[in-house]
């Protein structure tokens, strides 16, 4: 366990650079996936909308567009560190709207830690200004962004009796109640990314399943919404479970 402890920590030290980078791509994957998904099925969601909601042609256009420029224009922003709390209330509208209209409602948790990302690259602006600590906004969006991934999370659970399923769904339930209530939780985040990547390219193949078919589509939603999650615990690994976590009221101990 010291062997493995260990590694994680030379792991961390030598990724650090690199992992908010790619937990940020990750956790945009859904929404880059579903704008370029409705800039390719642009009919077929717009008579969806219009079918759905009997709100008529123009609505249902606009619809699709706000949805389309929202999606992309916010996941290029987050990319390029660019506007980046701008984006995310974007994208939180996004949401708010796809909950309305598909009952969809998604990757709140991982937005929340890229706002906390944001305020604490704002706070290294000033180095050299003296700090009295962490500040209370971001250490309650870090809490609310785990807590919230534990909600992802469940959504990914598949509940049949075989043996499998239920070992996934118990050491996956194990490792993100660890994450939520901050107690090693750099460790557990990033046992829980394996985990979550080895089941996710495994289970969730969907370029193995022929595009006309059903499955493809429901395997592509699955994988991505999997991605998401862990592009939200890699923004744990990679800020750490802040100020309002077991790990940080140990060091007070």
């Not at 991605?227 to 140990?250: F, N, R, Y």
């Amino acid at each position: 366990m010291g062997n493995f402890i260990l590694f994680v920590s030379q792991f961390l030290r030598v990724t650090k650079q690199y992992l908010p980078h790619l937990a940020r791509l990750c956790l945009i994957s859904t929404f880059l996936e579903d704008g370029i998904r409705m800039w390719f099925q642009w009919n077929e969601q717009r008579d969806y909308i219009e079918a759905t909601w009997s709100c008529g042609y123009f609505l249902a256009t606009c619809f699709v567009l706000l949805n389309l420029i929202g999606q992309l224009g916010g996941c290029v922003l987050i990319l390029s560190r660019n506007f980046v709390q701008y984006a995310c209330f974007g994208l939180f509208g996004i949401i708010a709207l796809q909950t309305v209209a598909y009952m969809s409602l998604n990757a709140v948790g991982g937005l929340l830690l890229l706002l906390a990302e944001s305020r604490s690259e704002g706070k290294s602006m000033f180095a050299g200004v003296p700090s009295m600590g962490e500040s209370s906004p971001k250490q309650y969006m870090q809490l609310g962004g785990r807590v919230l991934l534990v909600l992802m999370f469940m959504t990914l659970l598949h509940f049949d009796s075989s043996f499998f399923s239920i070992l996934q769904n118990m050491v996956g339930t194990a490792l993100i109640i660890l994450v939520a209530i901050g107690f090693k939780t750099k460790l557990a985040a990033l046992t829980l990314v394996v985990w979550l990547l080895a089941i996710n390219v495994y289970f969730n193949a969907f370029w193995t399943i022929p595009a006309y078919k059903p499955m493809h589509d429901f395997l592509k939603y699955d994988f991505f919404q999997t991605t998401s999650v862990i592009g939200g615990l890699l923004l744990v690994v990679a800020l750490g479970p802040g100020g309002v976590s077991m790990d940080e009221k140990k060091k007070e101990w």
